[in-house]
């Protein structure tokens, strides 16, 4: 059974910082994992993935200021995000799909509770 739980959410500034974790369990194989947002009235979408061969993909709004990365041994994935805007205020979900990565939320079969970044 496959479970992720996301920590790391918060408040900050424009121009700040945040780094969000993502504890997960039950994830091996071929996976895909990642990290989406789903913004105030605005669709879920995919801001960050990374496969079990580490093979990385970034949404073009956040290209050069998030990072993802992952710690096997620790079984977590983190999101750096750095110069935040407003813009990137959301609910960020980890989530997780069997096989290649897909820039469709609705392809992630398996989700955290979610947690909040608000940028002001």
């Known amino acids: 059974d496959v479970q992720l739980v996301e920590s790391g959410g918060g408040s900050v500034e424009a121009g700040g910082s945040l780094r969000l974790a993502c504890e997960h369990s039950?994830?091996?194989?071929?996976?895909?994992v990642g990290w989406l947002r789903q913004g105030q009235g605005k669709d879920r979408e995919v801001v960050a993935s990374?496969?079990?061969?580490?093979?990385?993909t970034y949404a073009d709004s956040v290209k050069g200021r998030f990072t993802i990365s992952k710690d096997d041994a620790k079984n977590t994935l983190y999101l750096q995000m750095d110069s935040l805007k407003p813009e990137d205020s959301a609910k960020y979900y980890c989530?997780?799909?069997?096989?290649?990565?897909?820039?469709?939320?609705?392809?992630?079969?398996?989700w955290g509770q979610g947690t909040q970044v608000t940028v002001s």
């Open positions: 989530a997780a799909k069997r096989g290649w990565c897909s820039w469709s939320s609705g392809d992630f079969n398996y």
């Open positions: 039950g994830v091996g194989g071929r996976y895909c």
């Open positions: 990374m496969d079990d061969l580490n093979y990385v």
